[in-house]
């Protein structure tokens, strides 16, 4: 079993920043692969940023260069820095860990960019 727990979301206003994180637990191995996702209210998930265990980031191209991804593998925790956000990033974000073929997710947690 895996467990994903994302943190840090909020209300931010536009221009701000903000801190996500995701705690892993469970049977979690050295090599994976984990990320964020989001969706916003009426579309469909998309890819924020992944991040290997090596420390390989992979970003969509309209995440760049706002967005940071990292980790942490000694805690099995991701981080996803947001910067200059703009209400158009208002979603739920959504911890991802890919792992041996298998995909896991956390219950994500809300970002909301609104004056």
């Known amino acids: 079993q895996v467990q994903l727990v994302e943190s840090g979301g909020g209300l931010v206003q536009p221009g701000g920043s903000l801190r996500l994180s995701c705690a892993g637990s469970g049977s979690i191995f050295s090599f994976n692969v984990m990320g964020w996702y989001r969706q916003a209210p009426g579309k469909e998930r998309e890819l924020v940023a992944t991040i290997t265990s090596g420390g390989a980031p992979n970003y969509a191209d309209s995440m760049k260069p706002r967005f940071t991804i990292s980790r942490d593998n000694a805690k099995n925790t991701v981080y996803l820095q947001m910067n200059s956000l703009k209400p158009e990033d208002t979603a739920v974000y959504y911890c991802?860990?890919?792992?041996?073929?298998?995909?896991?997710w956390g219950k994500g947690t809300l970002v909301t960019v609104s004056s």
């Open positions: 991802n860990l890919d792992q041996r073929g298998y995909y896991y």
